[in-house]
Structure formats: C-alpha cells, structure tokens
C-alpha cells in the first residue's frame, strides 16, 4: 500500500467509529457537541507544546483520534431530521399523527421499486394541516391498470393518515422499517392514484432535470423495437435505474453472481471516463490550458453522468474516486488509489453519515479496496506469456480478488454463495465495455432521432445475448449454494481470516502466520457455538400470517409447521425462510389442519376458532389462540378457563382485537396480537 495516507486512514475510521457510536448509542446532542469542542481545545494545547511534552506526539495522535470520534458522533446528530426544529414529528406529535387524517401537501422526491401490490415513491413534505413542516415520507399507490408513474418534483395534495412504517412481526424477516430509516424515513402515506391532486406546480432540482431526461430518453427508446426487459437492462447498465427490472430477471443475475452488473459502480464509471479521455484527447494539443480544461470538463460531465444515474452509493462512490484520481494524474500527483477512495468515503460520510448502513454502500468500497489490494497478490502468482492469456488472467483475478473481499457481507446479508460467478464474470466483464460504449452511442442517436432500426435491433440482441448467458448460468441450480447461517460474529471473525490470509501470501512473517491461525481458531469456536446454540434451541411460535393461522414447533433443528390452510410456497419463505437459515433448521413437514388442543412442555394449549367450539369441563388451558374471528364473549371464556394468556393471530378483525384487549385489561391476563407485536414465542 505504497503512497497511503496512514494518518487520514486513521482519521477516517475514527470517523467510521463515531459514527457508530452516534447511530447505536444514545448520546445528546449537547453532550457530543461539548466533547467535540472540548477535544479541539485539547488538541490545540497538545499541538503547542508536542514538541516539548511528547517525543513520540502519542497524545497529539490520541487527542486527533478522539477529536474526529466526536466528529462522527455530530455528523449523526446535525443530520439526523428529528433534530431540526422543522421536522414534522416536531410539529405533529405521533399520537395525533396516528389518530387524525390529514391534509398534505408535499412533493415527488424519489421513485422506489413497484411491489405487485404498490407503486412506491419518496415524497417530501411541505405542509401538515396549516403548519409548515420538513421530512421525508414514503408514499404508497395501489397499482391498477391506470396507474402511471409521476414525476419527480410535481407536487401534489391529499388528506390520509401518516403511519408507522410497519416493523417486521415474524423473527429475522427483513426489516424495512429500519431500511427506510437509515434514510431518514419513519412514516408511510397509502392513498388511492385518484386522491391525489396535482397543483400543476414543480420543485425544480438536478434530480428532476435527470429524471426528465432518463423520461426522455425512455420515449425515444419506445420509438424502436426495444421490449420491456431489453429497455429495463438499458436503464440500469446507463441510467442507474433497476426499478423497471423483473423480479425473475434480477433473481437471475443475482445468482450467477453478477448482480454487479445491473449496477452502476466503479466498473461502468471507469468505463466512461476511459471514454471521456478519448472523446476529450484533441484538447491535449493545447498543453497545460487544454489539460486543465479536459479535467474540468472530466470531472463535470462524470458527475452530470452521476446525477443522471439517480446519485446511488455506488455511483457517488465511484464518481468522487475518480474525480481526485482525475485530478491526481493532471497534476502528477503521487496520490494512490487507496487515498482517493478514503478521502471519497470520508466526503460522502461528511453529507451522509448513514449511507455507512448502505448495503450498496458497504459491497462497493469492499469491492473496489479488495480488488486494489487483493488482486495484485493473486496476479504476481502466475505471469502470462501471452495478450489474450494475460487479459484473461486479468480478469479472473479481478474477479476473485472482488468475490474474496465480498464474501462474509454476501454471506451475512443474502446467504447464498454462487459458484459459479468467475463464468459469468470472466464472459460479461470483457463484453461490458463494449456494451457501454455501443449504449451510449445508442442512447445518442436514439435522442437526436437518427438511430437506423438495424443498430437498434443489433444493440437489443447483445442485451439479448448477456441475459440468455447469465440465465443459464443461473439455471445450474447445483452450483448454487443457498440458506448459508451466517451471524455477524461470524461477519467479523471471516473478515479477519480472509485479511491474514492475504497478509501471509503477500509477505511470509511470523507474526502474520500466527494471525491467521489464530483468527481460523476464532473462526471454528463462533461456528461451534452457534452450532451448539441452535441445537439445544426449542421452542413454539405463533407466527403472524393475515387470514390463516400458523403454529410451529422447533426441536431438534426441525421445525414442524400445523396450519389452517394450506401455505404457498412464495409465503413459507416469507414467513420463515429466514428463520430456518438463522437455526440452522429444516422444514420438517407442514400439517394443513389444526386441532382444537396442544400440549407443548408444561403448557396447555387452546385454539378457539370461528367454530367456537370448546369443553369447560376439568379443563384450564394455559394459553387461548383466537383464531378467524370467534364470535364469543370473551369475558365469560376468561372466568370459566382462566387462561394466563390470550394470542389473537392475523386472521381475526380488528373491531374485534379492541374489545378482546379490553377484556385482558379488566381481567389482568396478558393479550398478545401478533399483527402489532409480531410472532408469539414460547421458549
């Protein structure tokens, strides 16, 4: 790691560390601004007398260090919206957001990826009732045929309830509550496309002028014999945006191991700016004044490119990166690689201190530091006597160094390992130059109306031809390893292997051996106690699923499922797919009809159906699951069984949760409904 800033590196992950610190550790605003200025005040004396006082500057170093934690921990809370005045949880309290319609006036900020149920957008808003309000919200249209996406930037009005943005109920379900969050967006709007007035007004903005040109561009595309799924790839490979992208389509570049590629990162901007010094290289005639303007034209035209691709982590990444690596090579710089994607992180942390919970945030830094470090390593193995061999071997190291440095957060965030990922990658990497250079001609000609049909069909069948590879790479279902147990223990411990192990091939030392041995013995203990926890781990769980109840006993790694309907596939993996990968359990068999009693350990069980049927007699269950909406006074059901518990599932109404959570509160007995407090478990 020659020419590397190692103080800034220093600086930058002190940085990282407050802003962990200030994201899962309460710490008031006050309290961290006083630290902030206490230890710069701090730093002040020590840079004074350094010299005098400390041989070494070990304190002056320590002082830095805790100077830019509390920089980190203020970068959370200067950005986090609930500590501005404006926001609107501070001007509507949460009670009264839940309990009260509102009028809403706010603008598109964001388009979001459909659902089959939802188009989804971003919105901001401006007004609540007559206060003026700021924040973020996310904002749901039931899909229908006449749906059509509006516009970013168009502002709307409506009167609906602002909710919570639902929290997961079932154990280890993706959290999108928290996704949202990490965006500063806690609230949900759901209002029908015909409730929302248009006031024929517009926010104007960078982002809306990129949207109106990816709109454009999409409309002179439509003119050609493009289909959906040639115009959705276009979008992501050029545009960066993967939101028209089947979900069929995706899961298979997902598990080719090329997901990469729908992207828009390090590779494709690399691609461009290699464009851009050829398309910009007759200004060099002009030497220095030329050079300067190159740069600048560079640099403006790669963030135009970003701005236009939607300003994703991964291309923001990119863009900064190479923005001061532009700059370094124009004034001959001996800056490496490895300052200018710290000080790219540090800048974007500095705006976005939350984009470090970015999984696209995290997979491409990783990427990119994996591939600069871990591939010359790699490479210096084996030296190629031949162009077309070395550009092979190029890439598959490429492609292993990336894949090396990926694994653990691959693992802990999607648990599933494709084997055959340097295929796809060592056939498509080659070819995606080609393609971004052929689009971007394409895109040109399509703009300006003078694209022929013959090049457009040509550059449909190239994408053609990438989709049908990485389908069939993604159909050799054998080679695909899937529901991985990955915990984040397990996170850490692979990350410090994989690190030792890289150390050990580049330079033999003692001290890097015995790194790595003792980073493989950490690796097994973390495995064997998992392995040891989910083993001896037993217990039964309500699951919360709407219009059908679902009890699962889990013993032995074997989770036996009783149900009152039979369960579709696409909803068992909903519901407990990742609760099998987290135990380390398999689906042992799902019984489609449910008994009236169960006995579980000590504990008796009761299901009270629509049925309503149920003996008094010498019989006081422990816990009553009410279940498709029973018609019964619950009041008498309490005094005759005296239960300790009453479950109300997802298949009852709510007019009828409120009455039964009256009941519970006058006869002190504890009411769990698992459509707000998630799966009931009983260890």
Request: aromatic share 12%; with cysteine; glycine share 4%.
């Amino acid at each position: 790691m020659r020419l590397l800033n190692i103080p800034f590196v220093i600086l930058t992950f002190s940085t990282l560390l407050g802003i962990l610190l200030g994201y899962y550790v309460i710490i008031e605003t006050t309290t961290a601004i006083a630290g902030f200025l206490l230890s710069i005040c701090f730093l002040g004396i020590s840079w004074q007398y350094s010299k005098k006082m400390y041989a070494k500057k070990t304190a002056f170093t320590f002082i830095m260090i805790t100077v830019f934690i509390f920089f980190g921990i203020n970068l959370v809370n200067v950005h986090h919206p609930k500590n501005q005045p404006a926001h609107y949880s501070n001007q509507v309290s949460a009670e009264m957001l839940e309990k009260n319609s509102y009028g809403i006036q706010f603008h598109i900020k964001e388009r979001l990826k459909s659902t089959p149920y939802y188009n989804k957008y971003i919105i901001s808003i401006h007004y609540i009732g007559n206060k003026i309000v700021e924040g973020k919200i996310l904002l749901q249209l039931p899909r229908d045929s006449t749906n059509h996406n509006l516009n970013i930037g168009d502002a709307y009005t409506t009167f609906a309830k602002i909710k919570p943005v639902a929290k997961p109920l079932n154990p280890y379900q993706f959290d999108y509550a928290k996704y949202l969050s990490n965006q500063y967006i806690y609230h949900k709007v759901t209002v029908q496309p015909h409730q929302l007035i248009n006031t024929h007004t517009s926010l104007w903005s960078l982002l809306r002028i990129a949207d109106q040109i990816r709109k454009k561009i999409n409309t002179k595309l439509n003119q050609y014999s493009f289909s959906n799924k040639q115009l959705a790839i276009i979008n992501a490979l050029l545009l960066g945006q993967r939101q028209d992208i089947d979900q069929e389509t995706f899961s298979k570049y997902r598990d080719a191991g090329a997901i990469h590629i729908l992207a828009v990162s390090g590779l494709h901007v690399g691609i461009i700016l290699l464009i851009l010094n050829v398309i910009l290289s007759p200004l060099d005639i002009l030497r220095r004044k030329g050079k300067t303007i190159k740069l600048l034209l560079t640099i403006l035209l790669l963030w135009c490119f970003a701005i236009i691709a939607g300003l994703s982590p991964s291309v923001l990444r990119a863009v900064t990166m190479f923005s001061f690596l532009a700059i370094g090579v124009q004034f001959r710089s001996k800056t490496s690689i490895y300052n200018s994607l710290f000080i790219s992180m540090f800048l974007l942390l500095c705006f976005k201190p939350l984009l470090l919970f970015s999984v696209g945030f995290q997979l491409s830094y990783v990427a990119v530091f994996a591939i600069v470090w871990i591939q010359p390593v790699i490479a210096k193995r084996y030296q190629p006597k031949f162009y077309v061999s070395k550009k092979l071997w190029e890439t598959f190291t490429v492609t292993i160094a990336a894949q090396l440095g990926l694994l653990p957060l691959t693992l802990f965030y999607f648990h599933q390992f494709p084997l055959l990922f340097f295929v796809s990658n060592l056939i498509i990497i080659p070819l995606l130059g080609g393609i971004l250079g052929f689009g971007i001609v394409v895109i040109l000609l399509a703009y300006f109306e003078i694209l022929p049909q013959c090049i457009a069909s040509l550059f449909g069948n190239c994408i053609d031809v990438i989709n049908m590879i990485i389908g069939w790479i993604a159909d050799q279902q054998h080679f695909l390893i899937t529901g991985i147990p990955f915990s984040w223990k397990m996170l850490v411990v692979l990350h410090v292997v994989i690190i030792a192990t890289v150390l050990v091939f580049e330079k033999y030392k003692k001290k890097r051996v015995f790194l790595l041995v003792l980073s493989t013995i950490a690796m097994v203990m973390v495995m064997i106690s998992e392995k040891y926890r989910v083993s001896n781990l037993e217990e039964l769980i309500v699951f919360s699923n709407q219009r059908n109840t679902t009890l699962g006993v889990l013993k032995n790694q074997r989770l036996q499922l009783y149900s009152k309907d039979r369960i579709a596939k696409k909803t068992q993996h909903f519901l407990f797919g990742n609760y099998l990968i987290q135990n380390q359990a398999i689906l042992d068999s799902i019984i489609p009809q449910l008994k009236n009693t169960y006995r579980y350990k000590e504990q008796t069980i009761l299901i009270i159906d629509s049925a309503s049927i149920y003996t008094i007699k010498t019989f006081h269950p422990d816990i009553i699951i009410l279940s498709n909406a029973p018609k019964i006074h619950l009041d008498r059901v309490i005094n005759s069984l005296h239960p300790k518990q009453i479950i109300a599932d997802g298949s009852n109404y709510n007019s009828y949760i409120n009455q039964w959570k009256k009941s519970c509160i006058k006869n002190n007995i504890p009411f769990h409904y698992t459509n707000e407090k998630g799966a009931f478990i009983l260890k």
